[in-house]
């Protein structure tokens, strides 16, 4: 690690001083742009955050948001809303770096008072076909569904897509919802200057060292080998007792302000909890509980080790805090104090080195949790001293922001390749990028904790939320609120890639798509926005567009992003990243009885706001799968302006009486949407009077296929609002028929579910 000349310079003439060693690493790790966000910081305020159901906002480790009682207005009753992303450590070690993202999403939920109740994850890797992306696809999944089942927290939703562009840098996004009552709201502020902190959970080693600066780095071409050492390694066994524990820690009002151990470890979490209250901190490193012997100051303070948590507990807490700690048989130790001065932490050699030379620390560790630094040429330990005295508001917030440089992104031109129907149905259909993903989410436990209403490999989740005295319903009077929390998360690289401005605010679209497809309507959301190296011109131009884009969006949707996160540097030897900004959005609906997706061979089908069908407007292919798989170039179609009246008339339309099945139309266009839903019953459609390729193929976003059993209603419904267009009807028989203008297509069920069937043949 090493701290750049210019920020030095900032940082002695603050300091009037040089920095020590420790401080200095601090600086590198909480200045970098992982933590400080120096290049995304000042694009960030184009999100509205607000709304009368936001809670707490942007800032903290999770986002808050109350949900709406069945008369509309805020309950008591609250979720939490968290998302991050873990993409340098899955491409250096694919089950751990995706194992720990899980930890530590969960981990900012926990550190809010709320229960962590539901994850998604989306997943972005180079193309399927590579042996080496199937090595860390399998990796990944099996990080992700190892610790998620074992800490007993359902993953039930995400999205995975395959792109040239992620050949030598993957992306894992993890989001995770909480739940909790307004009683137990915890943040990270500090509170109180005497008030003592206390660090709880599995002891410090050295695992993770620098893993902030290392995110805010490009790959390099040995990163698997050289930058192993910066990977965190999870112990999901100790997550759950970390659950359980801070489920009683925060039910007995014990815990004043939190903050988990992540990024930049100790170091981060306790300057970042003082500085956000105003105060400063007294810390004692040497009476942080270790695992390592001989560990440096500078290691203590940075390494980030897993399953741990920063309180702020009040002194006459502390002695129940540490019983409900040994109950659950995790290290505890009272490291400091928040006080009214500077962030300072002292460290003794002389009695480190003590504790590291005791007989049992041989065998258990150093006694007393106690360790050592390394002593050059056999001197005598050097006793106490002042490693770190800094102002922490300094620390944690006095980044300077990055000036950078943009080229805007510049628009394809029309460039359409000669395929024959069938071949493009088959090859989009086909494809891993629309293929089932049943082969990733039958590896997860997504109804452990008997939610989960509807599941993985629908539009979106649907949960049914539960009020109880007790967040996770396990103590108190439960009652049925009849409130279902819906979820949808990912993004689309493919349009971000083409158009990065109305690729993103197609992001937005389809994902309140999703969720009004369920009969939700969306409240929130928090996006985690990935890039390439911000100091090449081109790259933060697309950058700036993808932020743009989201953020008007979601404005015009009227959906507060309340958090987020933000990952830079996703470089390597293969080139930049597509511009990827990955959604969570959440939505509530009375009621957890969802509209199905498939056909009940019983109604009319209707697709609702695609202009092409109705004449009014020319397909545009650019973004889609299409032309990913064979070639070529195109106009990416921007979805309609006024998507907040097309989701809030689908989320009635969804529920409706008459309606048999609903689905989002996106990735894939209509062929995809059509032949995912036959199953049980199938269709027969007539798509004719156009191109037959951008009928079926184009990938405009705010689109929904309805079967329906009413379809003068649905036409009612969205008169004014979206183009409606009958295209034929259920049928009780298990097959797909399609009539173009350039022909007829027909499939079986099992001949769709063979061409959907890729991801399983080729990876069990």
Same mark, same amino acid.
């Given at each position: 690690? *090493?701290?750049?000349?210019?920020? &030095?310079?900032?940082?002695?003439?603050?300091?009037?001083?040089?920095?020590t060693?420790?401080?200095?690493?601090?600086?590198?790790?909480?200045?970098?742009?992982?933590?400080?966000? &120096?290049?995304?910081?000042?694009?960030?305020?184009?999100?509205? *955050?607000?709304?009368?159901q936001?809670?707490?906002?942007?800032?903290?480790?999770?986002?808050?948001?109350?949900?709406?009682?069945?008369?509309?207005?805020?309950?008591?009753?609250?979720?939490?809303?968290?998302?991050e992303?873990?993409?340098?450590?899955?491409?250096?070690?694919?089950?751990?770096?995706?194992?720990?993202?899980?930890?530590?999403?969960?981990?900012d939920?926990?550190?809010?008072g709320?229960?962590?109740?539901?994850?998604?994850?989306?997943?972005?890797?180079?193309?399927?076909?590579?042996?080496? %992306?199937?090595?860390?696809?399998e990796?990944?999944?099996?990080?992700?569904?190892?610790?998620?089942?074992?800490i007993?927290?359902?993953?039930?939703?995400g999205?995975?897509?395959?792109?040239?562009?992620?050949?030598?840098?993957?992306?894992?996004?993890?989001?995770?919802?909480?739940?909790?009552?307004?009683?137990?709201?915890?943040?990270?502020?500090?509170?109180?200057?005497?008030?003592?902190?206390?660090?709880?959970?599995?002891?410090?080693?050295?695992?993770?060292?620098?893993?902030? *600066?290392?995110?805010?780095?490009?790959?390099?071409?040995?990163?698997?080998?050289?930058?192993?050492?910066?990977?965190?390694?999870?112990?999901?066994?100790?997550?759950?007792?970390?659950?359980?524990?801070?489920?009683?820690l925060?039910?007995?009002?014990?815990?004043e302000s $939190?903050r988990?151990?992540? $990024?930049a470890?100790?170091?981060?979490?306790?300057s970042?909890l003082?500085?956000?209250?105003g105060?400063?901190?007294?810390?004692?490193?040497?009476?942080?509980?270790?695992?390592?012997?001989?560990?440096?100051?500078l290691?203590?303070?940075?390494?980030?080790?897993?399953?741990r948590?920063?309180?702020?507990?009040?002194?006459?807490?502390?002695?129940?805090?540490?019983?409900?700690?040994e109950?659950?048989?995790?290290?505890?130790?009272?490291?400091?104090?928040v006080?009214?001065?500077?962030?300072?932490?002292?460290?003794?050699?002389?009695?480190?080195?003590?504790?590291?030379?005791?007989?049992?620390?041989?065998?258990?560790g150093?006694?007393?949790?106690?360790?050592?630094?390394?002593?050059?040429?056999?001197?005598?330990?050097?006793?106490?001293?002042?490693?770190v005295?800094?102002?922490?508001?300094f620390?944690?917030?006095?980044?300077?922001?990055?000036?950078?440089?943009?080229?805007?992104?510049?628009?394809?031109?029309r460039?359409?390749?000669?395929?024959?129907?069938?071949?493009?149905?088959?090859?989009?259909?086909?494809?891993?990028?629309?293929?089932?993903?049943?082969?990733?989410?039958?590896?997860?436990?997504?109804?452990?904790?008997?939610?989960?209403a509807?599941?993985?490999?629908?539009?979106?989740?649907v949960?049914?939320?539960?009020?109880?005295?007790?967040?996770?319903g396990?103590?108190?009077?439960?009652?049925?609120?009849?409130t279902?929390?819906?979820?949808?998360?990912?993004?689309?690289?493919?349009?971000?890639?083409?158009?990065?401005?109305?690729?993103?605010?197609?992001?937005?679209?389809?994902?309140?798509?999703?969720?009004?497809?369920?009969?939700?309507?969306?409240?929130?959301?928090?996006?985690?926005?990935?890039?390439?190296?911000?100091?090449?011109?081109?790259?933060y131009?697309?950058?700036?567009?993808?932020?743009?884009?989201?953020?008007?969006?979601?404005?015009?949707?009227?959906?507060?992003?309340?958090?987020?996160?933000? *990952?830079?540097?996703?470089?390597?030897?293969?080139?930049p990243?597509p511009p990827?900004p990955?959604?969570?959005?959440?939505?509530?609906?009375?009621?957890?009885?969802?509209?199905?997706?498939?056909?009940?061979?019983?109604?009319?089908?209707?697709?609702?706001?695609?202009?092409?069908?109705? +004449?009014?407007?020319?397909?545009?292919? +650019?973004?889609?799968?299409?032309?990913? &798989?064979?070639?070529g170039?195109?106009r990416?179609?921007?979805?309609?302006?006024?998507?907040?009246?097309?989701?809030?008339?689908?989320?009635?339309?969804?529920?409706?009486? +008459?309606?048999?099945?609903?689905?989002?139309?996106?990735?894939?266009?209509?062929?995809?949407?059509?032949?995912?839903?036959?199953?049980?019953a199938?269709?027969?459609?007539?798509?004719?009077?156009?191109?037959?390729?951008?009928?079926?193929?184009?990938?405009?976003?705010?689109?929904?296929?309805?079967?329906?059993?009413?379809?003068?209603?649905?036409?009612?419904?969205?008169?004014?609002?979206?183009?409606?267009?009958?295209?034929?009807?259920?049928?009780?028989?298990?097959?797909?028929?399609?009539?173009?203008?350039?022909? %007829?297509? %027909?499939?079986?069920?099992?001949?769709i579910?063979?061409?959907?069937?890729?991801?399983?043949?080729?990876?069990?």
């Open positions: 690690m *090493s701290l750049s000349d210019s920020d &030095r310079e900032i940082i002695t003439a603050e300091l009037g001083r040089e920095p060693r420790a401080e200095a690493a601090l600086f590198e790790n909480l200045w970098s742009e992982h933590c400080a966000y &120096r290049s995304s910081r000042p694009l960030l305020g184009a999100f509205d *955050s607000e709304g009368a936001v809670v707490v906002g942007p800032g903290d480790d999770a986002a808050v948001v109350a949900l709406p009682d069945p008369d509309g207005r805020n309950s008591e009753t609250y979720i939490t809303l968290g998302i992303s873990h993409n340098h450590p899955s491409y250096v070690d694919p089950y751990d770096g995706a194992a720990t993202g899980i930890g530590g999403i969960v981990r939920t926990l550190s809010m709320a229960y962590p109740i539901a994850l998604t994850d989306s997943l972005y890797f180079g193309g399927f076909d590579r042996e080496h %992306t199937r090595y860390l696809l990796g990944v999944v099996e990080g992700i569904a190892d610790y998620g089942n074992a007993g927290v359902p993953t039930v939703g999205n995975l897509a395959f792109h040239p562009g992620y050949e030598g840098n993957p992306l894992v996004n993890v989001a995770c919802v909480g739940l909790l009552s307004e009683e137990r709201l915890v943040t990270a502020k500090a509170q109180q200057a005497g008030n003592k902190l206390v660090l709880v959970g599995n002891a410090t080693g050295r695992d993770g060292l620098g893993g902030a *600066s290392f995110a805010s780095e490009d790959l390099a071409e040995d990163a698997e080998t050289e930058d192993r050492p910066a990977v965190q390694v999870g112990d999901p066994y100790a997550e759950k007792l970390l659950i359980e524990a801070n489920e009683v925060v039910g007995e009002g014990l815990i $939190a988990d151990l992540g $990024a470890g100790l170091g981060g979490a306790s970042e003082v500085a956000k209250g105060f400063g901190a007294e810390i004692d490193l040497n009476r942080v509980h270790q695992r390592e012997p001989n560990m440096a100051p290691e203590i303070l940075l390494a980030e080790s897993q399953e948590m920063c309180y702020e507990v009040r002194p006459e807490n502390v002695k129940r805090v540490e019983a409900v700690a109950r659950f048989d995790l290290g505890c130790s009272v490291i400091g104090e006080t009214e001065g500077n962030y300072v932490c002292e460290f003794d050699e002389s009695e480190a080195q003590r504790a590291s030379e005791a007989p049992s620390s041989v065998e258990h150093p006694t007393d949790g106690r360790a050592a630094e390394p002593r050059d040429g056999g001197d005598e330990p050097r006793g106490r001293e002042t490693v005295d800094v102002p922490p508001d620390l944690a917030d006095g980044a300077p922001m990055n000036d950078l440089g943009h080229v805007e992104p510049s628009q394809p031109e460039d359409l390749p000669e395929v024959a129907l069938e071949g493009a149905f088959e090859g989009v259909v086909g494809s891993p990028n629309t293929a089932s993903k049943e082969w990733v989410y039958r590896q997860y436990d997504h109804e452990v904790g008997l939610r989960t509807t599941g993985p490999g629908d539009d979106a989740a949960l049914a939320i539960r009020e109880a005295g007790s967040a996770d396990s103590s108190g009077e439960n009652r049925e609120s009849g279902g929390l819906a979820i949808s998360a990912g993004a689309e690289p493919n349009w971000t890639a083409a158009d990065p401005y109305e690729g993103a605010r197609a992001v937005a679209v389809e994902n309140a798509t999703n969720l009004a497809a369920k009969g939700a309507t969306p409240l929130a959301a928090v996006d985690c926005l990935n890039g390439g190296n911000p100091e090449k011109p081109e790259v131009g697309g950058f700036r567009a993808v932020v743009s884009g989201l953020a008007d969006a979601c404005s015009a949707l009227s959906v507060p992003v309340v958090g987020g996160n933000v *990952s830079l540097y996703n470089d390597s030897a293969t080139g990243i990827t990955t959604l969570a959005m959440v939505a509530s609906r009375e009621g957890y009885d969802a509209p199905p997706t498939g056909f009940s061979g019983e109604g009319a089908l209707l697709v609702v706001g695609d202009p092409v069908l109705t +004449g009014e407007a020319d397909p545009e292919l +650019g973004g889609s799968e299409l032309l990913a &798989r064979f070639g170039s195109d990416f179609p921007a979805p309609a302006e006024n998507a907040s009246e097309f989701v809030a008339a689908l989320a009635v339309v969804a529920d409706g009486e +008459g309606t048999l099945a609903v689905h989002d139309a996106s990735h894939g266009g209509l062929a995809v949407t059509l032949a995912e839903m036959v199953g049980t199938g269709t027969r459609v007539d798509l004719s009077g156009g191109p037959a390729l951008g009928r079926l193929f184009n990938e405009r976003a705010g689109r929904v296929v309805i079967e329906t059993a009413d379809p003068e209603g649905v036409r009612e419904r969205f008169d004014g609002v979206a183009p409606v267009a009958e295209i034929g009807e259920s049928i009780p028989e298990r097959s797909l028929t399609i009539g173009t203008d350039g022909g %007829t297509l %027909t499939y079986s069920a099992e001949e579910t063979e061409l959907r069937g890729v991801l399983a043949r080729e990876l069990d």
